[in-house]
T-cell receptor
């Protein structure tokens, strides 16, 4: 049974560009949350999707947007990339109390 | 916003020693989770706590939900080299949705 799958694993983008990260949740999970983890820090909550709607949002600007599809997979979009957006982006899926993380996408903005 | 503090920030121990770390918050949480993260990987759930005072074990790991609901503790007994990594606590204060706030982590190094 596959866990949470994220793609791509690594990405290098130029400042000002846009990026899309993808997440396939664990089988049976219907809720997807996205976290940003800067180097040496704990994950910071970006937003959560349930039933294709954004249910909760952390303290992140509107440049960060997302989407959830009918099959529960999700995308995270970041526009107008800044150098400070360089981080590991983690997707976590859940159903009830279960909360499973993917291995993340390492985004580097140059 | 909500913030968690973890201590110690880092620790070096000898293989076989016991380890204790804790997580504190200025706010009450309803759920505590403890995760371990290896380099280049996402966090892996170790233990989940849902009730104040609860003590839960997972092999050599034991975690407790503080009675004040503002802290949690993780103990590792008889440490082994594969215990090396960063340990994060995460807390949730609402029961709607699954939004957790994470601490900054405790980095554990085990010397052979």
């Amino acid at each position: 049974d596959a866990g949470v799958t994220q793609s791509p694993t690594h990405l290098i983008k130029t400042r000002g560009q846009q990026v899309t990260l993808r997440c396939s949740p664990k089988s049976g999970h219907d809720t997807v949350s996205w976290y940003q983890q800067a180097l040496g820090q704990g994950p910071q909550f970006i937003f959560q999707y349930y039933e294709e709607e954004e249910r909760q949002r952390g303290n992140f600007p509107d440049r960060f947007s997302g989407h959830q599809f009918p099959n529960y997979s999700s995308e995270l979009n970041v526009n107008a990339l800044l150098l400070g957006d360089s981080a590991l982006y983690l997707c976590a899926s859940s159903y009830g109390y279960g909360y499973t993380f993917g291995s993340g996408t390492r985004l580097t903005v140059v | 916003g909500q913030q968690l503090n973890q201590s110690p920030q880092s620790m070096f121990i000898q293989e076989g020693e016991d380890v204790s770390m804790n997580c504190t918050s200025s706010s009450i949480f309803n759920t505590w989770l403890w995760y371990k993260q290896d380099p280049g990987e996402g966090p892996v759930l170790l233990i989940a706590l849902y009730k104040a005072g609860e003590l839960t074990s997972n092999g050599r790991l034991t975690a407790q939900f503080g009675i004040t609901r503002k802290d949690s503790f993780l103990n590792i007994s008889a440490s082994i080299p594969s215990d090396v990594g960063i340990y994060f606590c995460a807390g949730r204060w609402d029961n709607y949705g699954q939004n957790f706030v994470f601490g900054p982590g405790t980095r554990l190094s085990v010397l052979p």
